[in-house]
């Protein structure tokens, strides 16, 4: 049992910058690939980014790629979000999910444990 908590979110200008965490209880969370999903109002839950368990692979969304970059720190249960160049698109409730094996990285099905949310808003 993996349980996930995010934080971070907030509310900043288009072009600015944010930093999410998601800290994880549980000895074997490094055992886990983990992402981040984003739900605007009125859609579906989206792929952000990925990380596999040793942090050597990482995978984006066409949508964020080279703005945002995904990190995580295993000594401290903790992965991150660093969002840069922020637009209001980027509006949404971030989620981070685990799963002990990361297939298809895009799919919200793959994964097993999800965080409650953290609220995102980029003013224009």
């Known amino acids: 049992q993996v349980q996930l908590v995010e934080s971070g979110g907030g509310l900043v200008q288009a072009g600015g910058s944010l930093r999410l965490s998601c800290a994880a209880s549980?000895?074997?969370?490094?055992?886990?690939?983990m992402g981040w999903f984003r739900q605007a109002p009125g859609k579906e839950r989206e792929f952000v980014a990925a990380?596999?368990?040793?942090?050597?692979?990482?995978y984006y969304a066409d949508s964020v790629k080279g703005r945002f970059t995904i990190s995580r720190d295993n000594a401290k249960n903790t992965v991150y979000l660093q969002m840069n160049s922020l637009k209001p698109e980027d509006t949404a409730v971030y989620y981070c999910?685990?799963?002990?094996?990361?297939?298809?990285?895009?799919?919200?099905?793959?994964?097993?444990?999800w965080g409650q949310g953290t609220q995102v808003t980029v003013s224009s």
């Open positions: 549980g000895r074997t969370f490094s055992s886990y690939a």
């Open positions: 999910a685990a799963t002990p094996k990361l297939v298809r990285y895009h799919a919200r099905g793959e994964y097993d444990f």
């Open positions: 990380i596999v368990w040793s942090g050597a692979n990482t």
